[in-house]
């Protein structure tokens, strides 16, 4: 007997099959244009017009991708939609649209939930359909099985879904989509067997579990770690500092062990959309079996605390120089939540910045990815980046340096700013004006 | 003019030194060993006079210490007293004796008090000490600097000071005392230039830190990491445990991510004499500057809660079957602390022992590494280890798999145990006769 999935399948490995990915951000580009890269058709759809357009136009709005590698894509058949009712034509349907928290740190499935429910009446047999986007254990399940068979289809037999948690890390040199290995659950044997027929032409290698919840909760794993590791250090940080002991070169001390220890580094706090967010997931599910993370929120106290910690080593500083954060000219260097990136979502040196603002501060931020300070939901700053120049360092009575930017001439930061409060641990010899935060 | 340390140096860097080793232990015994193999007179010191005769005979009382390997060390020279009054013949002295807590959760510093007292009257010029045992930050400078200069001596000018933590990990094949790098920091920049001088010859990557409090700190770090990254994963397997969700199959899952994720295994609980011990050097000075380690804190209570979950999975699986803990008969499979090793310092399963013993439970062990039951302090049972064969596994209602040695014929357990509490991850599959704990 025929199996079920055989007809997905076969188009799959004939490459005639047409990849539908819904949520054309950070996980939905590079997916697509992977896809693109080994041969299939991609249809993208996202819900922003004004996006949709920009993209069809080989416009991307991300800075580690380039529009030229966007173009050649649309002009082999790349498109993107926000007609949702054209999921019907394409062969998988692959979810990568954001989950956040909402204000009471609870996860927020309203993307997802929002997007199956407009492909759900365009569903039909020999689809799969894949959710990336990181949630809890049980979402599949729970949420998207349930609307798939509200269309009437069987999921294992008409259709088929699975789980495949996106490790996206963007300007990360060393890995790309193809590179980092996938992580894959089936709702059925089958809905597993087509999975792998679909992420194989694009990654290297995919790792297979028993279910879809345990594909959840390995991304949630993922996360959690880094998120604790990051605790940890921010902690052991305070508590070294008071020591007079500084805690980057005891890390690097520590790193030469062959074994048994792995290195994170502590910050101003966590940024991004990954690391300060998926952990709440698994806390609020824990909640439904009587359980607590504590861990997790333990690294969520300490690291949200992280911010407060920096602006308190800067206000610090100045009182001991018989000045105070209200009136001084203060500026931030880095304010992307990370390295050689261009993404605010989430970044802490936003945070120290409403500090700063909020007592009084003369506020300027220089960031050579950040042009100008973008539209944020919760903050808002009339400013752009200020160029650094021996001359323009001089007039602030303090740097904090929030994020470590390749592109900072620290030398130069080091020989004209008054007041350095190094949040990462640049600036290891110290000297009269650095402060380690 | 001629460095202060000039003298000290040259008879290290000829060979002629010779090299007093405190405390004949899992640390001093390697590196004993170590400064003999590259052809260094080597003098071994112990309180204990049994084992001072014992070591002289050539027999080790440690398993992956061989006695043929120590007996060509004594045929080269290594010997072993218990007159403290002999290392005035040294050159270095190296301190490697225990650094455990007391009762309360606090330092106990006595064995390193003791064995400095005893040696500070024999000190002399152009010696070098080098504290090995785990400590917190500050107990170089607090701590054994002041008992070296009540003797008259300057350290940095006559003597040399340096803190040097041990990284030895038992059964590791992978890494010897030579291969793992060693941490070093000096009491002054003569002090550590002296310290390289002494473990060059016999280690191979020797990293510099700025000062003893930050070696100190490094090792912390180390073990605090370890600590709280198998703390993290025991609640990660409660957790998941409650969703259906096996945690080993995630954790391997997660390590195929090929950055930021490093895999941690639950267990039983924590043994041995770092991981459960050493994180609370650093609690207890923490609170002298007023700060709490929560983190540390936090998994000290998961760890330790570890042998009474293992302990309840047990008893809710006999409860199933019809059967109370009182009366039935269970077997403990493996009681050293760890893999393939026959260290039994806060082992685990001990706890295991004791709350099945407590309940009434018929209690037997099977160790390839552990033929009898040794005295402990606090722990008492007169047995030995059981052979397993299908025979003796069918008389026992359950089987606790407490410790994944690597002689245990895993699928013939599986085949004749009624039933099979597996700590360890070492039965994925599952089966009707097997709960995951």
Not at 148 to 161: K, M, N, P, R, T
Not at 263 to 272: D, E, K, N, Q, V
Not at 415 to 428: F, P, Q, W
Request: aromatic share 8%; glycine share 8%.
């Amino acid at each position: 007997m025929k199996q079920k999935n055989a007809t997905l399948i076969a188009r799959l490995q004939s490459g005639e099959a047409i990849i539908g990915i819904v949520g054309m951000g950070y996980v939905g580009q590079p997916l697509a244009l992977r896809y693109s890269e080994v041969g299939f058709n991609v249809l993208g759809f996202d819900i922003d017009a004004e996006k949709v357009q920009q993209l069809n136009a080989g416009h991307s709005s991300i800075e580690h991708i380039d529009d030229a590698e966007l173009t050649k894509a649309v002009a082999n058949g790349l498109s993107v939609t926000d007609d949702f009712s054209r999921a019907a034509e394409v062969d998988a349907i692959i979810l990568c649209v954001p989950t956040p928290l909402n204000k009471y740190r609870e996860p927020d499935l309203s993307f997802v939930i929002d997007s199956v429910d407009r492909i759900v009446p365009f569903l039909r047999s020999n689809q799969i359909i894949s959710l990336e986007s990181t949630t809890y254990p049980g979402t599949t399940e729970e949420e998207i099985i349930p609307r798939i068979i509200s269309g009437g289809l069987q999921v294992g037999e008409d259709i088929f879904a699975v789980y495949s948690p996106e490790r996206e890390d963007p300007g990360n040199a060393d890995f790309t989509t193809k590179t980092i290995p996938k992580v894959i659950g089936g709702h059925t044997p089958a809905c597993l067997e087509a999975g792998h027929a679909l992420y194989k032409p694009a990654i290297e290698h995919i790792v297979s579990v028993s279910s879809t919840k345990a594909a959840e909760m390995t991304k949630l794993l993922e996360n959690i770690h880094r998120a604790v590791n990051i605790g940890l250090v921010n902690e052991m940080k305070i508590v070294a500092d008071q020591m007079g002991i500084d805690i980057f070169e005891v890390i690097d001390a520590a790193a030469t062990k062959p074994f048994g220890f792995t290195p994170y580094y502590p910050g101003p706090g966590l940024g991004g959309h990954c690391i300060p967010i998926d952990p709440f997931y698994l806390t609020w599910k824990a909640r439904e079996y009587g359980l607590h993370t504590r861990f997790i929120e333990l690294s969520g106290e300490i690291n949200q605390n992280m911010p407060a910690y920096v602006y308190g080593k800067l206000s610090g500083a100045l009182n001991e120089r018989g000045k105070s954060v209200n009136g001084s000219h203060i500026l931030v260097l880095g304010i992307a939540y990370k390295k050689n990136v261009d993404d605010m979502r989430e970044s802490p040196s936003v945070q120290i910045m409403e500090l700063i603002k909020s007592s009084g501060g003369k506020l300027a931020y220089s960031d050579p990815h950040v042009p100008t300070f973008p539209k944020m939901r919760e903050h808002k700053f009339e400013l752009s980046s200020t160029s650094l120049t021996p001359e323009s360092l001089r007039q602030f009575d303090a740097v904090v340096l929030a994020t470590d930017h390749a592109a900072f001439d620290y030398e130069m930061i080091h020989e004209n700013a008054a007041l350095i409060i190094d949040s990462r641990g640049i600036y290891r010899d110290g000297g009269d004006h650095i402060v380690k935060a």
